[in-house]
């Protein structure tokens, strides 16, 4: 079949590095993709957004199935937007309706579907102007540290943890005017759960789902976890605290229940839900959902999934994942992340890359590149993923920190630490 894949970062570099080794699949297109996807099918360089757009290509092109990547069009209603259309009607797309991707696209939204389902999660309380004042009230009964979210997509970036009363309502006050423009016009504050993240993902076809790989993500741009947030300096695959009992408990009480709500709910969800979990004693609590693949988590998943990922997406589209199971690759999968320098505040663009064809033992995903004529360049803050296989974290970081090195482009920055706190 042919298949087009929306997105243009490491992850979904990675989803067509995977889609690309199945016999399911004919001519495989990335929209707009980057200078790493160019090798494993066709880059068209139209937005996603512009779902027109997405509707011409995917009739010229004939194709059959379309990955959508990542959530603003989601969020925006493409999957909507296929099942309204005659045309697009019988095409398989994976993803939400825009309903399913409010999960993601509204934290308020995602906090009341929780509590409808019983769903552990943070104690918290919704604020718009015009309640200001009960959400100073909510805030003076927390202990500190504070945790203020944007409702809305932020890019990342919507979420305040503040150790300071005073500061909390100061900053509460400036996000409700404007700080993250509309995103934060509504605002959840919660409490502070102490405790270490990870990410479980499952792919559902409003049904049934299947569990994939999980992940941890490390967000800090310094070493032990320091400094600002980024979208993922690197990630590893398993995760040793994450074992069966606690799976269970993830399973049972976290993932069951959303499935079942969406269904109970009618909303049409046929795709990734990304589970921002935190271990508080012995115990999972949903931080987030997010209703696509996580960057960089992606990059460590998909090369511990055994099966055929097209075969699992058919199914997905077609409801039938209840006929399928799971196997992974029992080796560790370690991913780090090659950022331009000054990232994540300010940094260049179009600086040149070399050695990229050296990389050997390791898996190069890129994530901002794009040509320059023949030249490759970079074309965002993360430039690539360089991931590897091993026995153990430290044996995959080794081989994938030794490829990094061969990498080269001006300002190269990366974290050596990845899976630090795991070992
Ligand atoms: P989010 O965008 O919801 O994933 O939040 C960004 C980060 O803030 C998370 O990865 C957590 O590290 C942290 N965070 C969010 N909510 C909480 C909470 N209730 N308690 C502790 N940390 C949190
Ligand atoms: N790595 C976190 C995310 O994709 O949102």
Known sequence: MNILIVGSGGREHTLGWKIKQSPLTDNLFFMPG??????????????????????????????????VGPEEPLVLGIVDFFKNDSQLRNVKIIGPSAEGARLEGSKEYAK????????????????????????????????????????????GKGVLILNDYNEACAELNSMLN???????????????????????????????????????DYKRVGEGDTG??????????????????????????????????????????K?????????????????????????????????????????LLIATADTKLS??????????AVTVVLVSGGYPGDYRKGISVFNTEKVDGSILFHSGTDFSGKQVVTNGGRVFAVTSLGRDIQSARDQSLKNAAIVAFDGKYLRRDIGFDLV
């Open 34 to 67: 980057n200078a790493g996807t160019a090798a494993l099918g066709v880059n068209i360089n139209l937005s996603p957004n512009d779902f027109e757009a997405v509707k011409r290509t995917v009739l010229n092109n004939k194709i059959d199935l379309v990955v």
């Open 112 to 155: 009341q579907f929780m509590m409808r389902h019983n769903i552990p999660t943070a104690r918290y309380f919704s604020v718009s102007s015009a309640n200001f004042e009960e959400g100073k009230a909510f805030l003076s009964e927390l202990n500190p540290p504070y945790v203020l979210k944007a409702d809305g997509l932020a890019a």
């Open 178 to 216: 404007g700080k993250f423009g509309a995103a934060g016009k509504t605002v959840v504050i919660e409490e502070f759960l102490s405790g270490i993240e990870l990410s479980v993902f499952v792919l559902t076809d409003g049904k049934d789902y299947v569990i994939l790989p999980e992940a941890k």
């Open 228 to 269: 600002l947030n980024t979208g993922g300096m690197g990630a590893v695959s398993p995760v040793p605290f994450a074992d069966s009992d606690f799976m269970e408990k993830v399973t049972q009480r976290i993932i069951k229940p959303t499935v079942e709500g969406l269904k109970e709910e009618r909303i049409d969800y």
């Open 271 to 311: 795709g990734f839900i990304f589970f921002g979990l935190i271990k508080v004693g012995n115990d999972p609590y949903v931080i987030e959902y997010n209703v696509r693949m996580g960057d960089p988590e992606t990059e460590v998943v998909m090369p511990r999934l055994k099966n055929d990922l097209v075969d």
């Open 323 to 332: 006929s399928i199971v799971t196997h992974c690759d029992d080796r560790t």
